[in-house]
């Protein structure tokens, strides 16, 4: 009978293995793996998701982190701001993101609203969006000053990524869309990611803010640290989906577009109607006889 045994695996073989992105496990992203990312200094990507379909792409092309952002509001449903929409709005996107997806961590906004005003309330929302959205977290904006509610949650067992720099919900406040930071404000910034931690939040989203500071804060918490329009010192990055496909028609200085969807999609819609108004489609090969 043999002795011999199989040889460990190379440390580089299981990191592999684990990657967030191009990793070979299939189970669902814990917020743990994305602790374990920020150890091995690997960076990911996160994307948001809104729908079954597109979530399901995502997921297949291996994001292993989904924002069913505040987004919505405009980009689902055509506000201006993010300010509108509501629980009631993101708890059927999230869902529907959810039972899309095997592999990706699922993360839900809390919205303008729904999270302010106490603990109690931020708790509310974030059971909806867990029991009746699928979400596996919540994101909320803001440092020490919804400390309380980060407390609050993760003391409840529920996951919360963090959110600083431009947070769009108090877009009113800080007089538009507007890097933010800048000189004396870094200390601020700097000073609320570290509450956040102490909080017990798991990541922390940092928008819009310069890049120096971006990779002064992830040097200085222990949490990962997600940018967007935050340079390049960042663990990890996330875009807007319609923004990232070509799809958004507009958007800012910081996102690079990957696709020109709104150009594939409006040829193949005038290709369709074309075909329609001159009696090509249907044709046999798509007609029941």
């Given amino acids: 009978m043999s002795t011999t045994t199989s040889a460990p695996r190379s440390a580089a073989a299981q990191a592999g293995s684990l990657a967030l992105y191009g990793g070979t496990s299939t189970r669902r992203v814990t917020v743990r793996d994305i602790a374990l990312a920020k150890e091995r200094g690997e960076r990911w990507p996160m994307l948001t998701a809104y729908d079954a379909l597109t979530a399901r792409v995502f997921d297949e092309a291996g994001i292993p982190v989904l924002l069913v952002g505040d987004s919505a509001a405009m980009v689902v449903y055509g506000h201006d701001s993010t300010i509108p929409v509501t ?13 899309a997806t095997r592999r990706a961590l699922v993360v839900a906004d809390l919205p303008f609203g729904s999270y302010q005003a106490s603990p109690a309330q931020a708790l509310d929302s974030a059971a909806r969006l867990m029991k009746e959205g699928g979400a596996q977290a919540v994101k909320l904006e803001g440092g020490t000053r919804v400390a309380a509610q980060v407390e609050a949650l993760v003391a409840a067992g529920i996951p919360v990524m963090g959110h600083l720099g431009l947070t769009p919900q108090s877009v009113h406040t800080l007089g538009g869309y507007r890097v933010q930071g ?16 102490r909080a017990g939040a798991f990541s922390l989203v940092l928008e819009c803010v310069p890049a120096e500071l971006a990779s002064r804060v992830t040097a200085e918490v222990g949490i990962p640290t997600i940018g967007i329009g935050a340079g390049s010192g960042t663990d990890a990055q996330v875009l807007v989906w319609q923004d990232m496909a070509g799809l958004s028609p507009r958007v800012a200085k910081f996102v690079k577009t990957y696709a020109d969807l709104a150009g594939t999609l409006t040829e193949a819609a005038r290709s ?4 329609v108004v001159s009696g090509a489609f249907p044709d046999p090969e798509h007609s029941y006889s």
């Avoid at 629980?87 to 039972?99: I, S």
């Avoid at 800048?182 to 931690?197: V, Y």
């Avoid at 369709?272 to 075909?275: F, G, H, L, V």
């Fill in 87 to 99: 629980v009631d709005d993101l708890v059927p996107l999230t869902a529907a993101v959810a039972r």
């Fill in 182 to 197: 800048r000189g004396e404000a870094a200390a601020a910034l700097l000073a609320d990611a570290k509450e956040l931690e």
């Fill in 272 to 275: 369709y109607a074309e075909e």
